[in-house]
């Protein structure tokens, strides 16, 4: 086992493909396969299911990548110990829910870190995509939210995936809204006062399940629905329709300025915010520094 081979394993994770990852490691996909076959062997496990569709990585698969991110990250520190003139290439991956404050975290991080060289990746997906993302470790941490209505089947696919679920806050639900909304004066809207305008939802592909659902009470229907997949166009949608979305509370002026406002909804369910994590994963000291600034940025912007 060489700690060439380690990298190439993460890299295939990392890229979700062994072409991929071949085109990016510069060598031959057949090469890179080869490489990943032999140490299969020298092994006796299998760590990656490969199908027509690609490589996903195995049970056992999971649990030597923990192992490998490990080995690679304290090579790297100790490179860059002896090796001063040589920036280190930081690498974190992150899956989240459409959260203002993930962007900030990650914003911050990337600061902080930020050398001549490095890697790193922020994924605004659908929820089936983060949970998949954290199984297969193409990203290291995910951030979505539980509620009384989903948390049962979520935590059974989390335990199914051997993934970890830690809570970073609990919020009552919020509208966001333009802040020229009719309804932008009210102390608390309930549903009636919501009817007349278009609900804005994040769209979950072919997982549109209500418990993949990122809004609250995703089972009320609703006379106008409007479906989208990111952030800024449902802000953009809130502010020429008059739309709104149901979310924790918490907004960032500096990434969504003045124009949209939270209002407390008139519910007694609560959205529970945390992060997952594979549990055979040690989380890096840049994963650890990212959860410290979602904290931070939630703490300072947060309406609970």
């Given amino acids: 086992m060489t700690l060439q081979q380690l990298k190439y394993i993460i890299e295939i994770v990392n890229c979700g493909s062994m072409n991929l990852a071949a085109q990016k490691l510069f060598v031959s996909q057949p ?20 199908t027509n569709k690609g490589v996903t990585l195995s049970s056992s698969g999971q649990e030597f990548l923990g192992y490998a991110r490990q080995i690679i990250e304290q090579t ?5 110990r002896y090796h001063k003139d040589k920036p280190a290439r ?15 975290a990650f914003v ?8 001549d060289e490095y890697d790193f990746t922020l994924r605004e997906t659908k929820t089936h ?20 209505f989903n948390e049962q089947v ?11 679920f830690k809570e970073l806050f609990t919020a009552n639900p919020h509208v966001f809204l333009s802040a020229k909304h009719p309804l ?17 939802s994040f769209e979950q ?7 993949f659902a990122e809004e609250i009470h995703s089972t009320i229907s609703h006379r106008k629905n409007i479906y989208v997949s990111d952030r800024a166009t449902l802000f953009n949608l809130a502010i020429g329709l008059n739309g709104y979305t149901i979310s924790t509370g918490v907004l960032s002026e500096d990434l969504n300025g003045t124009n949209i406002i939270a209002i407390p909804l008139d519910s007694d369910e609560k959205i529970c915010v945390g992060y997952i994590y594979n549990k055979y994963n040690h989380l890096s000291k840049l994963a650890q520094s990212y959860i410290k600034k979602l904290e931070h940025y939630i703490a300072l912007s947060a309406k609970l």
């Fill in 184 to 200: 932008a004066n009210k102390d608390i809207a309930t549903f009636a006062d919501l009817e007349p305008y278009p609900c804005l």
């Fill in 108 to 115: 911050n991080l990337i600061k902080e870190y930020a050398q």
């Fill in 129 to 148: 995509e983060i949970i998949d993302d954290v199984k297969n470790m193409r990203s290291e941490i995910g951030v979505l939210y539980l509620s009384k």
């Fill in 76 to 80: 790297e520190l100790l490179e860059q």
């Fill in 90 to 104: 930081r690498l974190l991956a992150v899956s989240t829910q459409h959260y203002a404050f993930s962007v900030n």
């Fill in 205 to 211: 592909g072919i997982y549109n399940s209500f418990y």
């Fill in 31 to 50: 090469s890179l396969s080869n490489a990943v076959k032999e140490l299969e062997k020298e092994l006796g496990i299998e760590i990656f299911i490969r």
């Fill in 154 to 164: 979520i935590r059974k696919i989390l335990q199914e995936n051997d993934l970890c």
